[in-house]
């Protein structure tokens, strides 16, 4: 991990974006992820990459130097597909999308790749730090305080930016900002692009450890996340969510970490965590969905291939139309009223109906 007292350098983040107005949000980078994997969920040489975006029309350097994740193996340099990608090709460009992405920016983990300067590994650590020092440190997540002026008082002021121009960063920073849609990061409930985000967070943490030959234990996978400030680069800290990230690293291990993505690693991880359960996929090739009952609010979804795994870890499996179609308030009231009837059964008299329970827990 570089030190968090590193020089900032922005680079090419000054130059134009060229990728519409904000309240298109993060649509154009959705595309280029999908054009440059070519809708397959499998490392990329990066210059493979490049040239097929470039092929296009569309600017190429900010989407690899500062959203994506570089290694190189064997010589070949290679963007990664991980938990980014994973929802780029398996869904259409959404707010929960632009949420992810920018986490991806703000967490600043670039990787590293052939002629790369030693502070591109993580590129925007004054993003990094404007976050987590700034907007939770001091503003407390009121991002209606947010502009291109404070931005730009911030890394003005700050002695660890190094660079000629502190207006044209601000500015883009913001437009990032205003497409990433960081007001809707404040919530304090947990929500989808959250859960996205803590799996797109370990597959970074795992991959820029491998760069210096560290491997990550899981049962270090909640001290690396608070490390790098996961609580305080998605929102507002609340118990719902620590409690949370216990169940999702869990979940994250099962699937096999990064290999989720491959079937045959998922199959021979299932064939080890559950010798006696013969492996199967479905046919639906959509990602499936992990729901847990301690709290449906944590909801992940997840390749097919993982179905089992899920289960291994806790989690119930939810059917691709199913996690298109979840509905919270719907899914609680369906398993309650399903427990009342378990009840029923076994001769033990509810003394309330699952509306009544519904309506208790919303405080009604």
């Not at 730009?152 to 205003?178: C, Q, S, W």
Request: proline share 5%; glycine share 6%; aromatic share 10%.
């Amino acid at each position: 991990m570089a030190n968090e007292t590193d020089i900032w350098r922005p680079g090419s983040f000054t130059k134009n974006f060229s990728w519409g107005k904000p309240s298109a949000g993060l649509s154009e980078l959705h595309e280029i992820i999908r054009l440059g994997f070519t809708n397959e969920m499998k490392d990329v040489p990066r210059e493979e990459f490049r040239g097929r975006v470039r092929s296009s029309g569309r600017p190429d350097y900010i989407p690899i130097n500062f959203f994506l994740f570089n290694k190189t193996v064997d010589g070949v340099n290679l963007l990664c597909a991980d938990e980014l990608v994973f929802q780029a090709l398996n869904y259409s460009h959404s707010p929960r999308f632009d949420k992810l992405a920018l986490f991806a920016f703000i967490l600043s983990l670039a990787g590293r790749w052939t002629g790369a300067r030693a502070e591109q590994r993580r590129p925007a650590l004054w993003a990094n730090a404007y976050v987590k020092e700034h907007i939770a440190g001091i503003l407390n997540w009121q991002t209606k305080l947010v502009s291109a002026d404070d931005i730009e008082n911030f890394v003005k002021g700050d002695p660890r930016y190094r660079a000629e121009t502190t207006r044209k960063l601000a500015t883009n920073l913001n437009y990032l900002f205003i497409g990433g849609r960081l007001s809707e990061m404040d919530s304090a409930r947990i929500e989808r692009w959250w859960v996205d985000c803590l799996f797109l967070a370990l597959d970074r943490i795992v991959e820029d450890r491998l760069l210096d030959r560290k491997a990550t234990s899981p049962s270090d996978y909640g001290r690396h996340l608070e490390r790098y400030g996961f609580m305080e680069l998605t929102g507002k800290a609340t118990l719902e969510k620590k409690l949370a990230i216990k169940h999702l690293v869990n979940l994250y291990d099962a699937c096999g970490g990064r290999s989720r993505f491959s079937e045959k690693a998922t199959k021979e991880r299932t064939g080890m965590l559950l010798p006696d359960i013969q492996f199967f996929v479905a046919n639906d090739p959509r990602p499936r969905g992990a729901v847990h009952m301690t709290n449906p609010r944590i909801l992940k979804s997840i390749p097919p291939a993982c179905a089992m795994l899920a289960k291994y870890a806790g989690f119930d499996d939810l059917s691709p139309d199913d996690l298109e179609e979840f509905d919270l308030e719907e899914f609680v009231k369906r398993k309650t009223q399903a427990a009342l009837n378990r009840l029923k059964k076994e001769n033990i008299e509810p003394s309330m109906t699952a509306e009544q329970l519904m309506k208790l827990m919303r405080g009604e």
